[in-house]
């Protein structure tokens, strides 16, 4: 993966903050730091986000998909509208950090950011509720659950999108590793899809020494562990569908003379857009089936998709590329980045909406440079206010009088 090179700041300009604002924002997220939660167990963390919004006079809908909440705040009189989402789960990581606002939750962290996401996303609700220059109504989505790829399926599914009309969504992502006051995104396919599957194989077990007797599922697994790879070799597209199919376990009944019974082969795919998705399964589906029908094994064959593809929206991408570069200078936003194999939930509501999903940085160096996940991370506290800049140049963009849908 290639990251873009540090811009030299161009032209900025976009909304400035308060510097009570911004002490806020910190104060906040680090507050969110020492009280992670983690999965739809997010209720503290949802009870100070919803208790925040409905001072800045927010309206908040609460146990929207389990602990999800949405603050909404109208301003004029226009029907158009956009959705702004933070993620708010933690992680269940041990901190090996000892600065003073490190995790008090004993195995739990805020080692991906999203203690940063929210308090961001707070900062611009309070900007918006006290300057609402804008017409139309901004929806501040807070889901639970990213990490195990639930929370924006279960928002979806308790209605978001019916409940609360919803033109357009988007998602920032802090980026370890990019530059403090850079961000990134490409239009279309950004990150990967994440799925896994089991295969159980089940022959006739026996005797090392007479296998003749039997069928043998171990052989049979192995034909299937070697023919997967065709998958992607034989079945998709060279140039416009990249995969990855990887078998990672194998398991048997089996012992040192014994022929096993059964094995169970599980893996994980990664891909870019839902067709090859499909293309996968049916490829892997068929492959199975066929290898074991010739040995005379019966099978099971299971493919559960945990993250859909993270595709950003064309035009949407335009506008959320148009905002950054107002707030960051155009130098410092790379609109074509290369695609990611991460993955990220909020590829749930792209599926239902058109939106833009950006990466920002979170710098290069000391804890804003730690990788994602790790014991080390901290978000950057440094990009809190560009990241709520961001927000408010975009409902700005979006929801100014002269939006032209
Ligand atoms: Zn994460
Ligand atoms: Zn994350």
Redesign the pocket.
Known sequence: MSLPSSGSPSLKSGPSLSEQLITDMTTWRRHLHQFPECGFEVNLTADFIAEKLESFGIQVERNVGKSGLVGILRSGDSDASIGLRADMDA?HIHEQNTFAHCSKHDGKMH????DGHSAMLLGAACYLAQCPSFNGTVYFIFQPD??HGCGAQAMIDDGLFERFSIDEVYGIHNFPGLAEGELMVRPGSLMASESGFEISIKGVGGHAALPHQGIDPMVVGAQVILALQTVVSRNLSAISETAVVSATEFITDGTVNVIPTQVTIKGDCRCFTEATLARIEESMARIVAGICQAAGASHTFTFTNTFYPTVNAKQQTVYAVEAARKVLGTDNVNAECEPLTISEDFSSMLRVKPGCYVLLGNGTESIGGCA??NPKYDFNDRILPLGARYWIQLVNDRLGDAMVN
Request: contains cysteine; charged residues 20%; negative net charge.
């Open positions: 992680l080692a991906c950011g999203h990213e990490e994602l996940h």
